[in-house]
């Protein structure tokens, strides 16, 4: 599986010319003492003229570098920052709120980080995301082709000065969002997706059942809706004035849920509401921004979880903590969580058909999904996989994380293609940043070729 | 509506000569210094020879005890002691875990008791249960209707010496099982019950209908069960292979959960584990006394809510505690939280008949379930309340504690009758263990008639 793409490693290590930057970092702002793992960042120059300049984490595996399987983190959105993992979701950071204040966040080790058990490239992905520039105004432009063309380019660049290091690769390829599906297409290899928009459309139709089955529309505004919508939700008929009521009702029970947690209390309450349901934006958390600039030394009540956001937003816009990192000087004027200003075309409806394609393959898939996220619940992600018609090989049943059931698992099959499907009870959109023990669990198990 | 229940009151204390007792309590041990509000426990005789001995405890409202509502609280099960409310569900105390120890429990204030607003008198009932007993071994026996009648006997007869200390009484039954609510038809008042076992037929049902709805079955799994076994789940046919085969395969997913709240751990993993699906019994989470008495000094992780059961055990079975309570020496060999020997005979099928009868009266009932309880189900109690065939006033709605979705409200009435029916989002089976603050602003709006 893997000599497929090493082949194509090499051929074009002739070619490229590229000038690339990689810095290793021993020491970081907030973080006492000496990193107790080798984190390198760097930029890749991608694109005709290396115009595009993509800026990556790179974390060496914890374990056995050599043998340990070398992961790609995209963290989605599009636009959202690869720090993001580091920070939240499976790499090596949290922040540490004993010591932490508003000025000036602190970071702990995380002990369930996937970097316990995996070589980690965490990228800013596409161009203008997180720390990643272009040299022109023209290359900023993007799309969903044209970004995975680009960070297939990235990895491969990025593998030649590793290789002798890295030997055993699998190279799993984890993002949110719809685009980078595509980017499957080119590995022979295997890929994690958690939580992922595969097709709007569905994803976003799928909410309202969702929302139903959670108790927070009721069964007559649920059968109602249905019938008078027609199971179409997003971007409803105008002149059907019975379904625009009946959505009218369904907005009114969801507005003020935070949809990436049902369960969490919602933050967005401080700032101007968002039509949250239908907006498949997943940038919705990051109203802190207003809170910081509103009140920048009190954090309201109660405690949310883009308070995460809102540190991670001050300590990466740390002029030292930049320093650190190697952050080129003058390339970006704010680092966001996640980029709403991308200049970005969405040109791929739906990543189904890639999905369909790569079943033909030799190849396994994990698909994650937080049971408690409303962005893109695991119902719409249940229903495109049904669609791909595989073979059920082992149908859902309880996995345990010490003793304790950590979801529900259903394993596909299709000649040498294999696609894994769990729920994540309790977790919301991005599953680990909720169930950290469990999704390094799982991931392991999965890495190992061992029973979920 | 108070005065009928008061006129009672006084043609009984013309006949009633027996001897109760009451004693207000100063302190307590593992709580420290003087207890910052009025607690009197007591005995009251009840049955022809006074041969049932009822304990309770009263707590005054601490904020205004002549205006503030009175609540007899019966925790239910049947057999699960008053105690349960003071100390995890809506009375003034919590566990201090920070400095109790598995020997030594320590006791701090709950922020969120309903003491705060109304006077509480939590009762040791049915005969047997808490620290309540019997003087002759046939007046252990008893059933849903005796013991009813026992309740109502002990209220009257506690009423007559605290009449004139609380004038403005709103006597609300809180009760958790079915045989209670038929106390209801002698109230003329008003009254609450939260995730109440009304029918246990319809109850049980609803169980699968809510695994499947909060991702613990499958799509595949539900609709077979639902077609193999016709809706018929508890006390299946057992020729009906298909129907047994599915329910099987329907408990191996639900076995291991925490049924009182689907995502918290559940400790019965450290005990045999009984079928938990089918079993409509409220006791299971006190498997913990075997974890006490095989590993004394150590808790085992992950934290688990029993622990807090467990402590209740440690600490109602010490003799110091036993006796700063005016609890009778030798009158019981061992306090459980629920007593699973009582000598109980369940002769009310379902309560539902007694709730249609109840909307005749000028009466106000608040129904709460917390949408996290897998025992008795939001699902099922929406059911009977369905049948119940009454106008909808206000459909569906999300209410607020403090910017946050606390649950959604709906409201029913019937001429004078009205009855409030609300889910509290992200609770268990025991709403305010889980929800104490969004529980607190429910009952105080609700005892003032404010909208929820």
Request: charged share 20%.
């Amino acid at each position: 599986m893997w000599l497929s793409v090493v082949v194509l490693v090499h051929v074009l290590l002739l070619i490229s010319n590229s000038v690339e930057s990689q810095s290793i970092i021993d020491t970081l702002p907030g973080f006492p003492g000496k990193l107790p793992f080798k984190l390198e960042t760097g930029y890749i120059g991608v694109g005709e003229l290396d115009e595009v300049q993509l800026f990556y984490y790179f974390i060496e595996s914890e374990r056995n570098p050599k043998d340990d399987p070398l992961v790609l983190w995209l963290t989605g959105g599009p636009g959202c920052s690869g720090l993001s993992g580091l920070l939240f979701e499976i790499g090596p950071f949290t922040f540490d709120y004993a010591n932490s204040s508003g000025n000036k966040p602190m970071l702990e080790l995380n002990p369930y980080s996937w970097t316990k058990i995996a070589n980690m490239i965490f990228l800013d992905a596409p161009v203008g995301t997180g720390f990643s520039y272009a040299t022109t105004w023209e290359a900023y432009n993007s799309n969903d082709t044209s970004s995975t063309t680009q960070t297939y380019e990235f990895l491969r660049k990025w593998l030649i000065p590793h290789f002798s290091s890295i030997h055993s690769m699998l190279p799993a390829i984890l993002i949110l969002g719809k685009p980078s599906q595509s980017l499957f297409k080119k590995f022979q290899t295997g890929f994690v997706i958690g939580n992922p928009l595969t097709y709007e459309i569905w994803d976003g139709n799928e909410r309202v059942k969702f929302a139903h089955r959670t108790a927070l529309i009721s069964d007559r505004l649920y059968q109602s809706t249905k019938r008078n919508c027609q199971g179409r939700y997003i971007d409803p008929d105008p002149n059907n004035m019975q379904c625009v009521e009946d959505l009218r009702k369904v907005n009114e029970c969801l507005d003020d849920i935070y949809a990436a947690q049902i369960l969490e209390p919602n933050c967005a309450a401080f700032s101007p509401k968002p039509n949250k349901l239908w907006s498949l934006s997943l940038h919705l958390d990051d109203n802190f921004i207003d809170i910081l600039h509103s009140a920048p030394d009190q954090v309201p009540e109660p405690w949310c979880r883009s308070y995460n956001y809102l540190y991670s937003y001050v300590w990466a816009n740390d002029k030292t903590v930049q320093k650190a990192l190697h952050v080129r000087e003058g390339t970006k004027t704010d680092w966001e969580r996640c980029n709403k200003s991308l200049t970005y075309t969405k040109n791929v409806i739906t990543s189904i058909d890639y999905h369909q394609n790569l079943t033909k393959k030799d190849l396994r898939a994990l698909v994650y999904s937080g049971d408690h996220d409303m962005l893109i619940p695991y119902v719409g992600t249940q229903q495109w996989i049904e669609t791909l018609d595989l073979s059920i090989k082992d149908d859902w049943r309880p996995w345990f994380v010490e003793g304790q059931i950590a979801g529900y698992v259903t394993i596909f099959t299709e000649e040498k293609y294999s696609l894994t499907f769990t729920t994540i009870k309790g977790a919301g959109h991005t599953a680990p940043e909720y169930k950290p023990k469990e999704c390094l669990a799982m991931i392991d198990r999965w890495f190992a070729y061992y029973f979920l």
